[in-house]
């Protein structure tokens, strides 16, 4: 990282922080966020957990977001890691290659809830990935999927998906590109913060989405029809993260107290979150974007097409020396267990 960089970076956390409170806590610890403050992960993931940090500590830790990013967002793991921000989150699906055991909570077919996929990912990481490293640098506070992944299209319809082949999809990642490309469709990566230009410009004729997303980037009136299957085509994992050496440097009762209200419980809020602004998604998209259930031929397409992303994250556990069936089952019996609660 330049010189020229970190001096930019740290004349942003004094410039852009979010003015504090009158009186100081003991520790201030700054989130680089590039959402806007209305998006359900900031307003009903991070800021409540700011809230529960301080509350667990006796205010002695304030957790602040910086009015402006400090880099885009496939850049927050880096910046957390070397310290440029305290706190930084993002979807692992930013950085192609890096992360490749988080495929397991992205996979088709496999997720009925956020809450489910959260918490259950969150059970299965901890309890057979987190092990592997793919986080090193960082203390990871949360990791949380969303809801079951769609596909939304503008002009064209949803169905049947042979009459897609050569349709321009905005994609989520890897597992995404293999989706679309495996139905014989073009892929175009991008942020989710680029979604309205790239779909209201004609660069791409419709995108992979939770409803949730369609609603807040402002797409209602730009898609015309969707197409959802059970368990969702796909999901996208997410990291919560701290700087690891800024983790560690609090005093121990700071640090039980922040686990306290990270891990699975904040997971499990990111969850209801998200299931919450789906269903405020689909209320959105009501009498402007047309369900239409995936055919026979369509069904059969999907689990074509699957076989290669399934055998992928296979091999990505084979590499890195995980049962790709054991940590498979655990996930799918965790999922059980919290939609039965």
Known sequence: MSHVFKRFAA??????TTALPSFAADVTLRVSNWLPASHPIVKDIILPWAEDVKEATAGRVEVVLLDAPLGPPPAHFDLVANGIADIGFATHAYTPGRFGLTGLGELPFLTPSSTAASVAFWRTWEAMLQEKGEHNGVKVLALWGHGPGMLFMGKKPASPLADLKGSKIRIAGDITNQLVTNLGMSSIQAPSSETYEILHNGIADGIV???????????????TSAMAVDGGLYNVTFFLAMNKA?????PEADRTAIDKVSGEALARMA??????????????????VTFIEPTAEDKAALEKASESIYADVRKKFDAKGVDFDKALAMYKAELAKVQAE
């Open 271 to 288: 969850g209801a979150a998200w299931d919450a602004a789906d269903a405020k998604g689909m209320k959105a998209l009501e009498g402007k």
């Open 209 to 223: 989405f939770p409803p949730e997303s369609i609603d807040f980037f402002k797409l209602t009136d730009t898609v």
């Open 246 to 250: 800024r983790f560690d440097a609090l």
């Open 11 to 16: 004349a942003a956390v004094l410039a852009c």
